[in-house]
């Protein structure tokens, strides 16, 4: 085990050695490398952190929401509908909810208008979102007006914005209480856009979804993970439109690496005939450049991952935000919570030092398998 | 010592350019023994001691190296025999440029596992000995010739082998550095090594210290 043990400690002096003696050829592989993995490490730590942000978010939103649907599209639900969803078995809580968008001429912008009960906001009063206030300037004790779709001005007393924490699902929303938004969308009393509910067993959702449309059979039931599944489905097809577009320098980066790695020199060669001529076995040479291809692609894996990582979570991943995050006028501005899947690094060393690997190992074992006599005919 | 019974070497057989180097070479070599093999270009003296020294194998007859027959053995074995048995000192000195003197000569240890600082301090006292310890951490590609060739003597004798085979070691020397290898070469005979090189420079082949003068042409030995 000494003797096994000493022998590994020379081949790696022996690399270390012969990569220094390559700086140029090395540091340029390892930079290619490296902006390969950072690129794929970054698209999927990005998509990771986002799909883990709206899971994060949908968590505590209502595990079913209904809507009623007149000629395939969405339309108010009337008042009798609270009373008789209350009545199905297992429905736990619901809430009819008032929500509509309005377009302020101003930023371009589209806003989410909220009713909250008039408990949590005065009339005359509102509370906005970040951005929003952000970019018309608002903050609290302020007042705004907007013109509603009927023309009439409305004027609001800013009383507070929204925690910078919720920004990625509160960035264009204004709050305002029940009578202000059915004034200000003329709204018919008694009439709610959709309907918020709970079960009492999480294990009946789906069955529940089914008896209201069986009562209800011009509504929509729509189920929280069914929301989950098409963030999870939109990042997943971002992600995938991102990698299409990088496809070509993927490839390039890609190719570099695989021929800067396989492309053996003479002095290479050179070298492996000596090593073979003065005793060393075709094992040893073969050990000894996995030790260097070992090296230099885990240095790469690290140092893009760690590259990656600090992209993502320190620099909101400056590259890739607008593609992945999609297109708004009011950017939330929001940090990602740092979570990293265990399973999709598995895959990227995978996908990445391997092939890596097997474009070192291939030439090199072609070469030491040569006869060592070659090196007295040099 | 090493025995050579009708040794025949082909190369790139069943192809067109088939060429055979060697045709049938006999031969008994005695240890502790110079014996140089003189011969012109393409007479097959290098691919004889590539196949003494377990570079190559013949392509028929049999070798024996102190007794047990080696030509069969696996390239493993040969490897291992070569490693403990052989110490090579090519025509081009075939260093590895980039690393110390120091550094090159230790490289035939590595494959054994013998810790580092034994190495070290084997190959320093090989260096004393050939007179070159001031240049042990330079660079090879910075040392003359002449220091050059000293390097590749002291690579060879790292693994301390019976046989030390040198392939046209004067031919990138001048006549004082030859005068200088034919000192060491008798130095090495002085320690009981057996030593086998090829050359047509007269200047070895005449000189005291080769003890036998092989003749070869056209693959065959002309003279004994």
Known sequence: MRLWLEKQR???????????????????????????????????????????????????????????????????VPPDYLERIGRVRGVQKMQGRLWGYYYDPVLNANY????????????????????????????TGNTISFRSYSGKLFTFEVLATLSPDSELLSADLVLLSENDFRRFFEYPAGHFTDIAMSVANPQEVR???????????DSRPILREEILRTYESLFDWREGIVLTVLAG?????????????????????????????????????????????????????????????????????????????????????????????????????????????????????????????????? | MIELADIRKAFN?????????LHGISLKLDAGRVTAFRGPSGSGKTTLLTIIGCLAKPTSGRIRFKGEEISGLPERFLTDIRRQSFGFVFQQFNLIKGLSALDNIILPGFPSGRPRAELLANAASLLDRLKLSHRSRARVEWLSGGEQQRVAIARALINDPEVIIADEPTANLDTALSLEFMGILEDLTALGKTVLLTSHDPLVVESQAVHRVIAMRDGRLTET
């Open chain 1, 207 to 217: 069955n529940i979804a089914a008896k209201l449309g069986k009562m209800l059979p």
């Open chain 1, 249 to 378: 320098a993927i490839l390039a980066f890609a190719i570099l690496a695989w021929e800067k790695a396989s492309g053996l020199s003479a002095e290479e060669k050179r070298e492996i005939g000596i090593l073979k001529a003065i005793g060393w076995e075709t094992s040893d040479i073969i050990r000894m450049k996995s030790w260097e291809g070992l090296l230099i692609s885990i240095t790469a894996f690290l140092g893009g991952v760690l590259a990656a990582y600090v992209h993502v979570f320190h620099f909101g991943a400056a590259v890739f935000e607008p593609v992945l995050k999609g297109w708004s006028v009011l950017y939330p501005k929001f940090k990602l919570l740092p979570t990293v899947d265990g399973l999709q690094l598995i895959t990227l060393l995978f996908f990445t030092v391997f092939p890596y690997m097997a474009a070192v190992l291939v030439p090199i074992w072609r070469a030491a398998i040569a006869d060592p006599d070659t090196v007295m005919r040099a």
């Open chain 2, 13 to 21: 057989q069943g192809h067109t350019n088939e060429y055979w180097a």
């Open chain 1, 10 to 76: 020379h081949l790696i002096d022996f690399t270390l050695a012969s990569l220094a003696r390559r700086k140029t050829k090395n540091i340029g592989l390892l930079l290619a490398y490296m902006l390969l993995v950072f690129v794929l490490a970054s698209l999927m730590l990005f998509t990771h952190a986002l799909r883990s942000e709206a899971a994060y978010v949908l968590a505590s939103s209502p595990e079913v929401i209904v809507q009623r649907m007149v000629a395939g599209r969405h339309d108010l």
């Open chain 1, 112 to 139: 989410t208008f909220m009713a909250r009960p008039s408990g949590e906001i005065a009339d005359g009063g509102i509370m906005v979102g970040n951005a929003l206030a952000r970019e018309r300037g608002l903050s």
